[in-house]
């Protein structure tokens, strides 16, 4: 459980560092799209169930890359909550053996 909340916070990370990066068109072999489809599901106070896309996209992400980010302190900065971002990887029913 410990490397999905790892996982999860990666990808929040991410996805700042995608929205960041205005000409980047991939971080991780996520899209930026795929990262905006995950915002939903990491912040606000009411956040929504992780989307396909959302899904979609962090399965076909480069979990190792997105282990790069894990102390970044962007995700406050663009609102994402952590504790929901860890929780993830288990919403869209990953099984992973990455360890952060």
Do not use: W
């Amino acid at each position: 459980m410990e490397a999905y909340k790892r996982l999860v916070i990666l990808v929040a990370l991410v996805l700042a560092v995608a929205v960041a990066a205005n000409g980047q068109s991939s971080v991780c072999r996520m899209t930026q799209d795929g990262l905006m489809a995950c915002k939903p599901a990491v912040s606000g106070q009411n956040p929504v169930p992780p989307s396909p896309a959302c899904c979609a996209a962090i399965s076909n992400a480069d979990m190792q890359c997105l282990c790069t980010f894990k102390n970044s302190p962007i995700l406050s900065y663009l609102g994402i909550n952590p504790a929901m971002a860890m929780q993830l990887p288990a919403k869209c029913n990953m099984a992973t053996s990455t360890h952060c």
